[in-house]
């Protein structure tokens, strides 16, 4: 990992992006569907925006690969956490631009805790990518 002090920061993006993925995203009535629901549709139904769904397996995927590459100071983590966080907010910017909720409601009011913690996660992960959101080392404190 290329700049100090951003392996934890990267370590909790990509945990906290991979436990969202699972939590609910949308709540309509008493159903409530996780990002894996949704990740899931487009092999199970016909729907109509179905392209942006498949782009959802992209989450954990690079997720995953971040928390690994972060754990054990391989290769590029902070652009694997970056590209995981992009694809979300992505996913998430097209479906409040193009989708509508549940009964011709607005997407908003449907969200569920889970995505709102996702997309705050996906911001933290970019900002952590780009190198502005790192722990301080101790010989960053010391020049302090």
Do not use: N
């Amino acid at each position: 990992m290329a700049a100090r002090g951003a392996r934890l920061p990267a370590i909790m993006c990509a945990a906290l992006l991979i436990v969202t993925f699972f939590l609910p995203w949308i709540q309509a009535f008493a159903h409530a569907l996780s990002g894996f629901d949704m990740a899931l549709m487009p092999l199970t139904e016909s729907i109509r925006y179905a392209g942006p769904l498949y782009a959802l397996w992209l989450v954990p995927l690079f997720s995953l690969l971040a928390l690994l590459f972060a754990l054990f100071r391989w290769g590029p983590a902070r652009l694997m956490i970056g590209l995981g966080g992009l694809v979300l907010l992505l996913v998430f910017a097209y479906f409040l631009v193009m989708g509508q909720g549940i009964g011709g409601t607005s997407p908003v009011q449907t969200i569920g805790f889970g995505l709102w913690i996702a997309v705050i996660s996906a911001v933290a992960a970019l900002l952590v990518a780009v190198g502005i959101l790192r722990v301080p080392t101790a010989k960053t404190l010391k020049a302090a």
